[in-house]
């Protein structure tokens, strides 16, 4: 079943009078429970796919519909509300807040949501627990490793079981072992728990660990196959 439908997508940046067009009349569906990489040249216009199906910016022309919801059609509030119930996003560079501990920063998007405290800690500790660091709760993001640090924030990215996953180089700014267990645990959360994950990256490994590979170039769709890469057991790094 389609989560993702574009049909005839165009983003153009506006840059004073200067006009920047990014994607092309670009087609792409997304199945429920797909895991896709998105891969292309620097500037070809990943993040910004990415941005717009996860309703953070709004697309110039076409259509973009995610689980049902024709997003160019909902008000900047609306769109707001949407994410919050919809999207979890994971940065590659975490973004977690300094201030709050694992457990707040997990917690974040469940005050969004009409939930009760218990409730909340339920969700949290469920969340911590399925990327192993429960025992963390009371950390602050200072004091965890980078890898520790994405996992917290891909526990904030499921907490509130979005309807999709999107992810913008998770695992590119973490060394070769921990980007591996970060993939194993995207490929976890897609295989075990069904979420549906688009993934934008650099890095032919971690497109590995999806399911369908995407590319683009110069904002248009250049080819979408079924993994090309043979199956195989564990995550391992070539040549490593
Ligand atoms: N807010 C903006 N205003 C103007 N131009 C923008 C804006 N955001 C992105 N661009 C331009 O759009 C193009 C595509 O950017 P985008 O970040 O989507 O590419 P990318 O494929 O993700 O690149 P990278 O791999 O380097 O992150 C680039 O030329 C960029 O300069």
Do not use: C
């Not at 439908?5 to 165009?10: A, F, K, V």
């Not at 075990?192 to 590319?215: F, I, N, Q, S």
């Amino acid at each position: 079943m389609p989560l993702v439908e574009i049909e005839g997508l165009s983003k153009v940046y506006r840059k004073g009078s200067q006009e920047v067009p990014v994607l092309r009349d670009l087609d792409l569906t997304v199945d429920a429970g797909e895991f896709v990489a998105l891969m292309g040249p620097s500037g070809s216009g990943k993040t910004t796919l990415l941005n717009l199906i996860a309703g953070i910016d709004r697309p110039t022309s076409g259509v973009i519909r995610v689980g049902g919801d024709d997003l160019a059609k909902l008000s900047r509030t609306k769109l707001a509300a949407w994410r919050a119930r919809n999207v979890g996003y994971i940065f590659q560079l975490y973004n977690l807040i300094p201030v709050l501990t694992a457990f707040e920063n997990v917690e974040l998007p469940l005050l969004l949501l009409p939930l009760s405290r218990a409730e909340r800690r339920k969700r949290v500790e469920v969340a911590l627990d399925a990327v192993g660091l429960l025992d963390r709760h009371d950390h602050y993001p200072r004091q965890l490793s980078g890898g520790q640090e994405q996992r917290v924030a891909i526990a904030r990215a499921v907490v509130g079981d979005p309807t999709i996953l999107v992810a913008d180089e998770p695992t590119g700014d973490l060394d070769a072992d921990t980007a591996d267990a970060t993939l194993a645990l995207l490929k976890r959360l897609n295989d075990e728990m069904g979420k549906t994950l688009v993934m934008v990256t650099h890095d032919p490994h971690a497109a590995a660990a999806a399911k369908r590979l995407v590319r683009l170039e110069k904002g248009a769709l250049v080819a979408s196959d079924l993994r090309a890469v043979p199956a195989r057991g564990p995550l391992t790094r070539a040549g490593a």
